[in-house]
């Protein structure tokens, strides 16, 4: 999976939207207004970071020797993947759709009001 392809994949989520918060070269997918993903734009590898629960994170990161803790987060349940040939882009997008779905999970009555409604 290459960069657009992650960023397409992403858009086609309910309710999400792309933005550069912190500087240019971190772009940030958020549905509503709860971040699920993000990726470095300028480096050099590139790189996914996505929520993930407990139990996955760790799951994943003893199958995998290209996913680790996404420490940067500075959130525990967080891995950053690099999308590689090691990895099947079938996975990729699962770990999105979790993500995506563990936040949408984690709101409010009204924000789901709100998702529901676009």
């Known amino acids: 999976m290459h960069i657009e392809q992650f960023r397409e994949y992403c858009l086609t989520k ?3 939207t792309e933005s550069f918060p912190f500087d240019e070269n971190v772009l940030v997918f958020k549905v509503l207004h709860k971040m699920f993903a993000l990726t470095s734009v300028s480096a050099v590898e590139f790189k996914i970071s996505l929520k993930c629960n407990p139990e996955r994170a760790l799951e994943l990161r003893e199958s ?6 996404a420490f940067h987060m500075n959130k525990k349940h967080w891995n950053t993947i690099i999308p590689d040939s090691r990895i ?3 996975l990729v997008r ?3 759709d979790h993500s995506y779905e563990l936040v949408v999970a984690k709101m409010t009555k009204k924000d789901k009001e709100i998702l529901n409604n676009i």
Do not use: M
Not at 64 to 69: L, M, Q, S, V
């Open 14 to 16: 309910k309710g999400v």
């Open 64 to 69: 995998y020797e290209n996913i680790t803790p």
């Open 88 to 90: 099947a882009q079938s």
């Open 94 to 96: 699962e770990l999105i």
